[in-house]
């Protein structure tokens, strides 16, 4: 069975073939991320303008990479929600379009359940992942962040989610802060490794609490306090020509550091706390800042100590692409026609 997935619900525009629900015969992927960094974040008029434009390109692509037509495809796999309205009406449109001229099925495609289903894509002539149910996931985008159980392909529960920020709205927010342009995890991931996550000891806000909840938006209040103290003996040494000693070029990189590892040990503990309270042996995780190295690191770590298995999507595949919308839509796919 092969199915073609189209994503279009933010800022990329995505078309996949996938084969047997988990091989990825090609993901193509036209970024706008350099258009909407002038603007700091995505602006969805512009973001939908861009869709219209690329979704033709980036499905014909899709189709010549997996060496397959259009003919060859049992049913198209779009992502319906949630997302920004421009941009996922024009990726629903063209595929609805698409399906109805070929007669092809479309299948609607919950995002996040579409980011879940990209744990276990690989690409071809790589070693197949299973992972049985039941098993909790760690989901983690910019605008989510969720423990859910996935009891099996039908049935999933949250456990617990972020009460204001979500953990990838966070790392974009004091990337803004710090003036780094967007999106901001990369990038703060990036300057990270050469900084020191003890320079500052950031609050973990609801880290000790027993429910499963989170909330990242005193974290960024702390980061812009702790920017705007340092900017004002910044002032000063314009009058006295004393330089703050932690104005030097590593300030920046030990400040991404210390807030990394201020959200990774809340996400880290909180997703230990769920599998240990629900009791199940495997843990996942998805979503943009899955692809975070010290987040994949420290899980890592510590499930390996509380002796849990873990599986992660390649980073590929954590961000927003259309082979994971197009692995859900093979899973809850049912042939009709
Ligand atoms: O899942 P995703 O691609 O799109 C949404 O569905 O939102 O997630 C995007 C988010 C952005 O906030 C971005 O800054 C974050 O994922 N992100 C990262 C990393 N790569 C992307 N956050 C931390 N570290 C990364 N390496
Ligand atoms: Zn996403």
Redesign the pocket.
Known sequence: MKILGIES??DETSAAVVEDKRIVLSNILASQAKLHNKYGGVVPELASRKHLEALPIVVDEALNEAKVSIDDIDAIAVSKEPGLPPALQVGYAYASGLATSKNIELIEVN?LEG?ISGIWLVHKGDKKKRIPYPYLCLLV???HTEIRLVSDKKNQKILGRTLDDAS??A??KVARILGLGY????I??MLSQEGDEHFMKFPRPMIDSENLDFSFSGLKTAVMRHVDTLQKDHDQFRKDKTLHKELTSNWVNDVAASFQEAVVDVLVTKTINAANQIGVPIITMA???S???RLRDMMGRTCHENVFELFYPEVEFC??NAAMIAARGSEVFKRTK
């Not at 999106?183 to 990369?186: R, Y």
């Open positions: 619900t933010c995002h980011h985008s910019g605008g990838g709205e790392f974009d999106p901001g995890g990369p703060i991931d979503g943009g800042v692809a975070n190295s961000l927003d």
